[in-house]
């Protein structure tokens, strides 16, 4: 079956440490984005990317970083800079950044203590 | 830039009908609408487009009113099954941007 698959569901970090999510698509997507969702806050903009080797800061990149070396493959990289890391990760892809159309991933619950 | 939606929850009983409405401070290219239940992801409803028709899913459907750049999303005959929270994903200008989400309408049907 084709989609998005976000690991793991659920994910564990003491304060300080870098952590990465990931997020891999078979849907032959050329854009990838990644979501941030707190409570009552909808969801945020991170990173996106349109096509391989290139992607763009949304609006809450700080403490963030990303790769984009494969179509299929889009990690988010958590870093110790991200003040309130605590929160539900969405990863979502288009066919093409003309239509932006999203399917997104099961997302990762990351909990930093 | 984030859209505004309104209102912000609301408690339905089968059958009644809800309006859920999307508002932008930017001139709109599209509207997506997508329902998230407690712990999933997000699924897509429908995309209203500037100078597109209204749109229908089911016994949802959708409108955009480009004068006031606005889209309501119209919820008649409620179901037990429409309870989640409701999205509005917004591009802007001349569309081939990443959507901007509104903070969600939580949705709730009680039989």
Same mark, same amino acid.
């Given at each position: 079956?084709?989609?998005?698959?976000?690991?793991?569901?659920?994910?564990?970090?003491? @304060?300080?440490? !870098?952590?990465?999510?990931?997020? @891999?698509?078979?849907? !032959?997507?050329?854009?990838?984005?990644?979501?941030?969702?707190?409570?009552?806050?909808?969801?945020?903009?991170?990173?996106?990317?349109?096509?391989?080797?290139?992607?763009?800061?949304?609006?809450?990149?700080?403490?963030?970083?990303?790769?984009? @070396?494969?179509?299929?493959?889009?990690?988010?990289?958590?870093?110790?800079?991200?003040? !309130?890391?605590? /929160?539900?990760?969405?990863? /979502?892809?288009?066919?093409?950044?003309?239509?932006? @159309?999203?399917?997104?991933?099961?997302?990762?619950?990351?909990?930093?203590? | 830039?984030?859209?505004?939606?309104?209102?912000?929850?609301?408690?339905?009983?089968?059958?009644?009908?809800?309006?859920?409405?999307?508002?932008?401070?930017?001139?709109?290219?599209?509207? =997506?609408?997508?329902?998230?239940?407690?712990?999933?992801?997000?699924?897509?409803?429908?995309?209203?487009?500037?100078?597109?028709?209204?749109?229908? =899913?089911?016994?949802?459907?959708?409108?955009?009113?480009?004068?006031?750049?606005?889209?309501?999303?119209?919820? +008649?005959?409620?179901?037990?099954?429409?309870?989640? +929270?409701?999205?509005?994903?917004?591009?802007?200008?001349?569309?081939?941007?990443?959507?901007?989400?509104?903070?969600?309408?939580?949705?709730?049907?009680?039989?």
């Amino acid at each position: 079956d084709g989609g998005i698959t976000q690991s793991p569901k659920y994910l564990f970090r003491k @304060e300080g440490q !870098n952590v990465t999510l990931s997020c @891999e698509q078979n849907l !032959n997507h050329d854009a990838m984005y990644w979501y941030r969702q707190d409570p009552g806050q909808g969801l945020r903009l991170i990173y996106y990317s349109q096509i391989v080797n290139d992607f763009q800061k949304g609006d809450i990149a700080e403490g963030y970083s990303v790769s984009r @070396e494969k179509k299929e493959s889009f990690p988010l990289t958590v870093t110790s800079a991200q003040k !309130n890391p605590t /929160a539900f990760y969405l990863c /979502a892809s288009s066919i093409s950044p003309g239509v932006p @159309e999203a399917f997104f991933g099961q997302g990762t619950r990351l909990t930093v203590v | 830039q984030q859209p505004v939606q309104s209102p912000q929850a609301v408690i339905l009983r089968e059958g009644e009908d809800a309006v859920i409405n999307c508002s932008s401070s930017k001139a709109l290219y599209s509207v =997506h609408w997508y329902r998230q239940k407690h712990g999933e992801a997000p699924v897509f409803l429908m995309i209203l487009l500037k100078g597109g028709e209204q749109k229908g =899913h089911e016994k949802i459907s959708a409108s955009f009113n480009e004068k006031k750049q606005q889209s309501s999303l119209y919820l +008649t005959a409620s179901q037990l099954s429409y309870s989640g +929270t409701y999205f509005c994903g917004t591009e802007i200008g001349s569309g081939n941007t990443p959507l901007v989400f509104g903070k969600g309408t939580r949705l709730s049907v009680i039989a």
